[in-house]
């Protein structure tokens, strides 16, 4: 045991909460949850992640570390027309075509198959919207929001990996200082709320579906292959339906899915963590650990969240989503073959439309796939 092996833990436990949290607060108020609704939402996955870590790290003897999906919880908040209980059908379908993928190993493969030049333009047609909004929220709210800006690149100079964790306190601070924070919420414990799903074509077309692609294709194989890089191997299958399942039992308290961490699983899988490999598999209990103390104290950070700016939460959520933005759009246009069709389900998942109730997402991904098999058919 070393120091760096709980330090690396409770570093991408703070990352991977403080620095996205914002974003489930959007998701949450998009599809109208309730403050108990959306602390219960918190608690929930936040246990689901605990109880993750530690079974998979323990079984594998591997830092398996887990996550709720950042890219699923931007699609969500970008959703409309949606219920919490219609939201929380869509995550037990969700849950359910994870747990299929895991047992049937061609899911995987099927998954896998679609190009990544189209699936990240999906993922940046969904992500685009907040990061202009952050953009767009310098006008609106000038004084609080340009010093926080000024915050994030200068952080992001010396660690990355804490500069919207930065915003986010800095944020809270300077809110607090110039009078926009009239109280702060009372110390109280979490609770769950149970929540009845309502399950329709339309959301599992429109919500399920996109849900499970982007949290495939964005971070599970994302996941694995940190893992991978660090020198393991992985049971590709085992870790997928363990997330499925956990994220099936938790959904009916409204939390979200939950999959294989990627930017926190990288903190904890380098040599940094432990120079042995077989020693890293220890970081799974400490991250747990950090994330049942979030859990036990969700509700107050929902209700603190809720006493802050709007400004403020906009501002973080498109910081948070910068880089992955960026990522995505080097990946969709690497190749310049795919370029048309990557501008056309960038444009289409974007635009935000929605038809037969289904949401654009689901239809970016279908226009993208259907360029690409025309130009494929004019090859042949």
């Known amino acids: 045991m070393r120091i760096s092996i709980p330090s690396s833990a ?20 998009a599809v109208g949850a309730s403050q108990a609704e959306t602390a219960s939402w918190v608690t929930a996955i936040c246990l689901a992640m605990a109880v993750e870590t530690l079974w998979l790290s ?3 003897r591997m830092p398996v570390i887990t996550a709720w999906s950042t890219p699923g919880a931007a699609l969500v908040a970008a959703s ?14 969700t849950a359910v075509l994870l747990i299929a993928t895991g047992l049937f190993r061609p899911l995987t493969r099927l998954i896998s198959r679609i190009p990544a030049s189209v699936a990240s333009a999906m993922l940046a047609g969904i992500v685009v919207g907040f990061v202009i909004n952050a953009a767009k929220a310098a006008t609106v709210d000038p004084w609080l929001v340009l010093p926080l800006v000024a915050i994030f690149f200068v952080a992001r100079l010396y660690n990355a990996a804490l500069s919207v964790l930065a915003v986010l306190v800095g944020g809270g601070i300077l809110a607090f200082a110039l009078g926009r924070v009239e109280s702060l919420p009372s110390l109280e414990l979490s609770s769950l709320t149970l929540i009845a799903p309502e399950f329709s074509l339309a959301g599992a077309i429109g919500l399920a579906l996109p849900l499970y692609l982007v949290t495939m294709a ?5 996941g694995l292959a940190v893992l991978r890089a660090a ?19 938790t959904a009916p308290f409204g939390a979200l ?25 220890k970081t799974g209990p400490f991250y747990a650990l950090a994330y049942v103390i979030f859990a036990t104290f969700g509700a107050s950070l929902v209700a603190l969240f809720a006493v802050l700016p709007q400004s403020l939460i906009v501002l973080v959520a498109g910081l948070g989503l910068m880089a992955a933005f960026g990522n ?20 289409v998942t974007a635009s935000g439309i929605a038809v037969f109730g289904v949401g654009s997402a689901f239809w970016g991904l ?3 796939l259907l360029v690409l098999a025309l130009e494929k058919l004019k090859k042949t």
């Not at 964005?218 to 994302?222: A, E, H, I, V, W």
């Open 58 to 60: 323990w079984r594998t």
């Open 80 to 93: 409309s027309g949606f219920t919490m209980n219609q939201a929380v059908g869509a995550f037990i379908v």
């Open 10 to 29: 409770f570093v991408a436990a703070v990352v991977g909460f403080g620095g996205t949290l914002a974003l489930i607060i959007a998701a949450a108020n």
């Open 366 to 368: 279908v226009a993208g």
């Open 231 to 249: 020198g393991y191997d992985p049971p590709a299958g085992e870790l997928i339906t363990v997330t499925g399942l956990v994220s099936l039992i």
């Open 257 to 281: 899915t939950t999959n294989l961490a990627a930017i926190s699983a990288a903190i904890c899988t380098g040599p940094d963590t432990h120079p042995d490999l077989a020693e890293r598999w």
């Open 328 to 347: 995505a759009m080097s990946i969709a246009l690497r190749d310049e073959r795919d370029r048309i069709a990557v501008v056309t389900t960038f444009a």
């Open 218 to 222: 964005s971070q599970n194989l994302s």
